[in-house]
Structure formats: C-alpha cells, structure tokens
C-alpha cells in the first residue's frame, strides 16, 4: 500500500519558530491524528470545544484549520504502516500538532508509537501539568492541594530502548565484555554464568522444584543519562518556572543507588541552574556551601532573603520519597524535573489524585526547535469504542496546553472555566458521575456540548 499524502487546508498558514519564539498566524494548520479506539468518539467532541474557544476568545479573527494525518491501527488498516514517514514529516513542517491514544502493534515493529513520534521529533520534554478542578472526585482529601507542572525527559533513561533479550547472542556478548573489562561489576549479576545458574537450579531442586535446563538467562538494558540530556530538559523547566512564577523546582531522582546516571542528573541539575540563572534561583546546594562555610543560620538566612526577593527553590528529592511526599504534602512541590521512568510513575499517581488519567493532559515539546505533540495521556480503551461514553477531558485539556503554547491565552483561559463550571453542574461522564453524588451521567459529545455552554 502507498503511504498517506497530505494536502494543506486551504486559507491555512504554517507556524514557524524565530529567535526561539514562536510566530503563530491567525490561521494556522494543526495536524492532528484521530487515535485509535475511543479516539474518534473523543476527538469529534474535543475539536468542537477547541474550536468554539477560539471562535468564542477571538470573535472569529482566529481560526485552526486541522489537516488529519494518519499513525496507529487506522494508518495500519488503510495504509498498511503503522507510522507513516509523511505523518512524521507533517508534524516536523508545521511544528504544533495533537494526536489521540494509539495502538501499540503486538509482536515485534515499533515498541511504541508514541515513543517513536517523541524520538523521531526529538521532544525532549514531556510536559504534564497536574492540577485539580473543583467537584472532580479524588480518593485523597485535600486534592485542591494538587497543583504540580512535572518535566518529564522524553528522549533517554531506559526509555531509550536499548535492550538486548536473554539467551540472545547480543546480550552474550555484552555479558563477556563486562566480565572482562570489569570482573567486579560482573560480579553483581547473579546469574551471569551458567555455572551460577545451575547451583542455584540445584538448590531449588533440593526443595522440590521440577528440573530444567538453564542457561545464561538473563537480559540486558542500558540506562542513558547525559549532561546534554539533562541540561535542555532542567534548563526548560527552570524558563518555565521564572515565567510563571512559580517558587519552585525539584529535581527528581534515585541518585542514591543509581550514582552515575540518576545521580548524575540531580548534580547537573544544580549546575545548570546555577550556570544559566544565578540571578533567578537560590539552590540547596548553595545552602548547603554556605551552612559549611558560616553555619546553619547563615544558610537559613540566605535562602529566606533568596525567596523573598521572588528567587526560584532548586531543591531535590528522592524519587520513592516523592512519590510519598506528594500525597502527604503535595503543596511543598510545584514544579518538578525528572527523568523518564520516574516521571511516567509520578504523572499517572498525581493524575489519580485529581481525577484519574482520563482527564490528565500531556505534552511533548522540543523547545528549542518549538516542535510540539500535545496528546491523550489515557489508552485507547477498544471495549468502549464507538459508545459516546468515555470522558474526553484528556484530549481538551491537551488542546488547552497547545492553545497556551500557541500564546492564545484567552482561548485556554475560557476551556479552564468551562472545565470548572460544567463540572461544578455534576453533568459529567460515567467515570466521574459513578463517583459524584448527585451527578447527571452526559455522553462525551454531550460533555462537549456542556462545556462549549459554559464558554
């Protein structure tokens, strides 16, 4: 099958980016990729809502022209690809596009689309603001507490994807090469030769486990963490600290066991904010010299003269820690960086805390060439495909981010109080109305309708 050519809307003009700001016409083409599943339920109710914004913010002087492309099942259907490479070279040329939950092929081809697209694009940053809207049910008690912005790296920790299976030859040879070049860390893979898999195949024999062959069992993955990788990443989230005034940065990470890859990053954290934004941030780093140099009261005092004159916290946390700090005291965080597993855990047990993942928002943006994929961070949920039923707050609440990205920030204001209101009114969808007393259970493009009301 041929690959999906695209023909821009006509009236459309392209975004471009400028001395790293974006220029945003007033009619600019968004590509956007329905999603797979529910996807076509939740992208017709969410266009109608981004559209009345605008149209609504704007008087009309404003409008997107959207250009479908094609990735996941429906692109595999028709096209027979699951990704592509005209999909991919649409969201490159017109820099802002949205996209819907995807279907991940099973058995072999791309491990995910969704990491493909942000990999392809280099989107470094993963962009996932947590915040709670009146009246959403939540299973802690001060959800209103919740109001967090987390920097997720997109592009390396294991998500990168270098993983080599048990048994493979690949892996065989990565396992050689670490015995002979570092017999002691060798030494830490317990099962790393089949000598030591065989003793311990025998004791679990000795206590009545069924007898097998073994072998060297055991499969490898390489964690990257680079100084580069983690400047960009601190870098956008200091910038985006500084501009919305918010008090802090916390640098996420699992340094204690992971010295050189998680620790490395929580160390080139600070010196990023200290080399780029001395005039803007106080760090505990910082506090930590000065406690050394004149004592715990000098330090003390410093950072309240630091804070009070509007500087920005750079402070660190433990990644297990956090995610028990942020039910216990969630208001201590406000803007957190972090690398790519700890921030997958974080954003999805944040976005429980305020109403589950179907009406978490996401983003994933390269700042520096000003390519952005704002998306459903929910999966495609195929039991409830084509039932007008699920919520399709994630999706909207997406369109608010690129909206604000965009610098249309009248149209993202007016989607935040049409949030608020339509579910102050209790006329929600099923996975809130089950959980709100008094709720009036709406369809999704019934939500859709509810919300462009109250516009």
């Given at each position: ?29 968004i ?10 339920d ?13 149209a ?38 017109y ?30 940053v ?11 049910p ?100 200091i ?47 910082t ?8 004592g ?17 916290l ?16 969630p ?21 429980a ?7 978490a928002?996401?983003g994933?943006?390269?700042y ?30 997406s ?35 089950r ?21």
């Amino acid at each position: 099958m041929a690959e999906p050519t695209y023909t821009a809307p006509a009236g459309g003009g392209k975004i471009a980016i400028q001395h790293g700001r974006l220029n945003v016409p007033d009619n600019p083409i968004i590509p956007f990729i329905e999603g797979d599943g529910t996807g076509a339920d939740i992208w017709r109710a969410s266009v109608r809502v981004l559209d009345a914004a605008v149209a609504k913010a704007y008087g009309g002087k404003k409008k997107i022209h959207w250009l479908e492309v094609f990735a996941g099942e429906k692109s595999n259907n028709q096209f027979g690809t699951w990704l592509p490479n005209s999909t991919v070279e649409a969201c490159r040329d017109y820099l802002v596009s949205m996209k819907g939950p995807l279907t991940t092929p099973v058995g072999g081809g791309i491990r995910s689309l969704n990491v493909a697209l942000r990999q392809m694009l280099d989107l470094y940053v993963c962009l996932r603001p947590v915040r709670w809207f009146k009246g959403v049910p939540s299973p802690v008690k001060t959800p209103e507490k919740v109001d967090m912005v987390i920097f997720r790296e997109n592009t390396e920790d294991i998500y990168a994807g270098i993983e080599y299976a048990a048994g493979s030859e690949a892996a065989q040879k990565l396992l050689d090469f670490i015995a002979q070049n570092d017999p002691k860390a060798f030494d830490k893979i317990r099962f790393g030769t089949k000598a030591k898999a065989e003793a311990w195949q025998k004791q679990l024999e000795a206590i009545g486990a069924p007898h097998r062959e073994v072998g060297v069992d055991v499969g490898i993955g390489i964690k990257p963490v680079s100084y580069l990788g983690t400047e960009r990443l601190v870098h956008s989230a200091i910038s985006y600290a500084i501009q919305n005034k918010r008090k802090s940065v916390t640098l996420v990470h699992k340094g204690n066991i992971m010295k050189f890859t998680e620790g490395a990053f929580r160390n080139w954290g600070y010196e990023v904010a200290e080399k780029f934004f001395p005039n803007h941030t106080y760090t505990w780093e910082t506090w930590e010299k000065t406690k050394a140099a004149q004592g715990e009261a000098a330090a003390n005092a410093e950072q309240r003269a630091a804070l009070a004159a509007g500087k920005v916290l750079i402070k660190d946390a433990i990644a297990d820690i956090t995610l028990q700090q942020v039910l216990t005291r969630p208001d201590e965080f406000d803007v957190i960086a972090t690398l790519n597993l700890n921030g997958d855990y974080l954003s999805d047990a944040l976005a429980a805390q305020v109403g589950g993942i179907g009406i978490a928002p996401g983003g994933n943006i390269n700042y520096l060439t000003g390519h952005a994929v704002f998306e459903a961070t929910h999966g495609t949920a195929p039991k409830y495909a084509n039932l007008d039923k699920v919520n399709p707050g994630s999706v909207i609440l997406s369109g608010e981010m690129m909206l604000r990205y965009m610098g249309w920030l009248d149209a993202a204001d007016t989607i935040i109080s049409a949030m608020d209101k339509a579910i102050a009114n209790k006329r929600v969808t099923y996975d809130f109305a089950r959980l709100m007393d008094g709720a009036t259970e709406v369809k999704c493009s019934e939500f859709g309708d509810e919300l462009i009301k109250n516009l």
